[in-house]
């Protein structure tokens, strides 16, 4: 049987801590700050900390609050009207990766899980110059 990230990890609790810890360090740290006013242009960070649980679980092999809340998983469709950078792409990534330093949490699962982080959150860079707003040609 293939044991579950969120398990490999240590359950909910552990991605519970480790999302708020996230938030904490993206609301603390200067990388963070863009992050935080596209949260807050939206529906905020209590918001975004619930609904990042939400999806981390079912994304990592857990139950699927998301997916049970709002009919699906589609990341792409969840940030189709933010404009999001490739510096945003990297604060957020970088964010993340001290967020599992800090928690101990290391090995394959979390490799990939990284990786994949990585891959998803650079698929989310668009040319949205504000909410919903194509950027102009230069």
Request: include cysteine; aromatic fraction near 8%.
């Amino acid at each position: 049987m293939v044991r579950k990230l969120i398990d490999e990890i240590g359950g909910e609790e552990t991605l519970r801590a480790l999302v708020e810890h996230f938030y904490d360090l993206v609301e603390e740290n200067p990388e963070g700050a863009q992050i935080v006013k596209l949260h807050k242009r939206g529906h905020g960070m209590g918001h975004a900390r619930v609904e990042q649980f939400n999806f981390l679980s079912g994304f990592m092999g857990g139950r699927k609050y998301y997916q049970e809340k709002h009919g699906h998983m589609d990341v792409k469709l969840m940030h189709e009207h933010v404009p999001i950078t490739t510096e945003d792409a990297e604060n957020w990534l970088k964010c993340m990766d001290q967020a599992l330093l800090d928690l101990k949490l290391a090995g394959p699962g979390v490799e990939r899980l990284r990786a994949v982080f990585r891959r998803v959150a650079l698929m989310l860079v668009n040319d949205l110059a504000e909410w919903g707003e194509k950027r102009l040609p230069a």
